[in-house]
């Protein structure tokens, strides 16, 4: 649920100034910025607390906010794409939230991935939004994806996305929007790495 890139090293010029060195390299960036079109992100997030404890990104309450009563969760700290959580509601039939820190997803490269997807015709939906300033998009990678699925990228980086997977029943009670309740969850992972992880 829930794609990175590498910085270039640059030659220094052959000439210097008489009596100073000419200096090897310069100093390699630590982002090779968004790609594709896509916007940047306003202030990059430190998000290693959620590669240690990617369920904390959610409090059961706010889990509960969301439209349904609390379950549990499942913690995948060594999920393929990257550290992810899959949140449950207490719901017949089963709905739930995942979200996926896309660490080990080169392909993704913060949202520039989506970007770069929708150019290439990869994407059936492609809608950008923002949350608390931060870019992502909704998307969907399939023709006719079952009612209330939901998948979106929110950017916390320039290199690194969050990616969230809203699967509800087909009625959607007692839920709202899969979109839009999505989009509150990107709010609240926002929010807490913004206050540091905790």
């Known amino acids: 649920m829930l794609s990175l890139a590498a910085a270039a090293v640059l030659l220094s010029s052959c000439s210097a100034e008489p009596g100073k060195a000419a200096p090897?390299?310069?100093?390699?960036?630590?982002?090779?910025?968004?790609?594709?079109?896509?916007?940047?992100?306003?202030?990059?997030?430190?998000?290693?607390?959620?590669?240690?404890?990617?369920?904390?990104?959610?409090?059961?309450?706010?889990?509960?906010?969301?439209?349904?009563?609390?379950?549990?969760?499942?913690?995948?700290?060594?999920?393929?794409?990257?550290?992810?959580?899959?949140?449950?509601f207490a719901t017949t039939p089963a709905s739930s939230v995942g979200g996926t820190l896309t660490t080990k997803d080169p392909g993704?490269?913060?949202?520039?991935?989506?970007?770069?997807?929708?150019?290439f015709g990869g994407v059936t939906k492609f809608e950008p939004f923002t949350v608390n300033s931060y870019p992502g998009v909704v998307y969907d990678p399939a023709d006719n994806s079952p009612a209330g699925l939901c998948t979106m990228v929110i950017g916390l980086r320039d290199d690194l996305g969050y990616v969230i997977d809203v699967s509800l029943d087909g009625l959607k009670n007692p839920f709202a929007d899969s979109c839009e309740l999505g989009k509150k969850v990107a709010g609240y992972v926002i929010q807490y790495l913004k206050k540091g992880g905790h």
Do not use: M
Not at 62 to 79: E, I, M, R, T
């Open 24 to 88: 090897t390299t310069a100093p390699p960036s630590t982002s090779a910025g968004p790609r594709f079109g896509a916007p940047p992100v306003p202030v990059p997030l430190d998000a290693s607390s959620l590669e240690k404890e990617p369920c904390a990104a959610l409090t059961p309450d706010q889990v509960a906010s969301l439209g349904a009563p609390f379950k549990g969760n499942d913690p995948k700290p060594d999920d393929a794409t990257g550290p992810s959580c899959n949140w449950k």
């Open 108 to 119: 993704h490269g913060g949202i520039s991935g989506i970007y770069s997807k929708k150019q």
